[in-house]
């Protein structure tokens, strides 16, 4: 009887499995709304042989605004209309990201060389940086590389301690995986891997809007998304991971530290941590907040960073 009930539930499986591989995934719904609301125009320059996707707006000092693993200009769709009254705010896409190139052989090394292209493109000598979680770990390393470049320094529940395959996120891992982009890439998964993502790095569910599952999920639905995110994953090594801990103790610009003190992806003693590291620096928590507080708390972050980067 057990055996029967097994073999049952296998075949149920595996019959499963036969109509998900014969019934495609919906393609993304409308995307974009948001920019026109905040009156931005997506541009495209070539930066280190590829083309990158930004925008710009505002006036006054520069601000560069790096988003987070599996995001894009999205995530600071709330912080650039309340940067832009006094700053020259440009925000990008990386490449594997949102509208930018996605080459198969990205690498962690290469993302440093893109922002400061960008700003060499646009004329930009020198810049505060805000960085979100992986961007905060770009802009670390951007900071460590050309000081000279970078007037201040924002991290929001930044990359850093959790840059160890032992160390990272699940999904992160997952997106790593040679079998996990096998099945990404044969069942129609990408949205519900997307809505389970920002679910965990949300404390608030209800900021997990239908817009923002498909704001997230455009980008990575592209043929070519999925094999340059594996590509970036797998660039990551011990070696590295030790080096950038190295960088920190380097940085001798002022910085600001924000983080959710409810953070699932990188816990709050991180925010210590890199508060102990670098020199001088200033740590904020914000209760109530996950791993986005540019987006579950926009008004606090703007907050914030207005304090911070005024002149």
Not at 13 to 30: I, K, Q, R, W
Not at 53 to 77: E, N
Not at 93 to 104: E, K, R, V
Not at 125 to 131: M, S
């Amino acid at each position: 009887m057990r055996l029967r009930r097994v073999g049952a539930a296998i075949a149920a499986v595996l019959a499963a499995l036969a109509v998900l591989t014969l019934v495609p995934e919906a393609p993304p719904g409308p995307t974009g709304a948001w920019m026109a609301a905040a009156g931005l125009t997506p541009r495209h320059e070539s930066v280190a042989g590829l083309r990158v996707r930004y925008v710009r707006k505002g006036a006054g000092p520069a601000v560069v605004l790096l988003h987070g693993f599996g995001a894009s200009l999205y995530t600071w769709k709330d912080l650039i209309p309340a940067l832009a009254p006094r700053h020259d705010v440009v925000a990008l896409d990386f490449p594997g990201f949102g509208g930018s190139q996605a080459p198969p052989d990205l690498a962690w090394d290469l993302y440093p060389r893109v922002v400061l292209g960008l700003m060499d493109r646009l004329g930009v000598p020198r810049a505060a940086l805000v960085g979100h979680s992986m961007g905060g770990a770009v802009a670390v390393m951007t900071a460590a590389q050309q000081p000279e470049r970078v007037e201040r320094l924002v991290l929001l529940d930044s990359a850093g301690f959790n840059l160890r395959a032992a160390d990272r996120p699940f999904l992160i891992r997952l997106a790593g995986s040679a079998p996990a982009a096998a099945l990404v890439q044969r069942f129609p998964v990408r949205r519900l891997l997307v809505r389970t993502g920002l679910r965990q790095v949300f404390h608030d569910d209800s900021r997990v809007t239908p817009e923002r599952v498909e704001e997230y999920l455009a980008p990575l639905a592209r043929p070519e998304a999925l094999p340059a995110i594996r590509s970036l994953v797998a660039s990551g090594s011990e070696a590295m991971a030790e080096r950038f801990v190295g960088l920190l103790g380097r940085l001798h610009v002022s910085t600001l530290v924000v983080w959710g003190r409810e953070d699932t992806w990188a816990p709050v003693a991180h925010a210590s941590r890199f508060g102990e590291a670098i020199p001088g620096s200033r740590t904020v928590i914000l209760d109530g907040c996950g791993h986005m507080p540019q987006e579950e708390r926009p008004e606090d972050t703007a907050r914030l960073l207005s304090g911070f980067l005024a002149p």
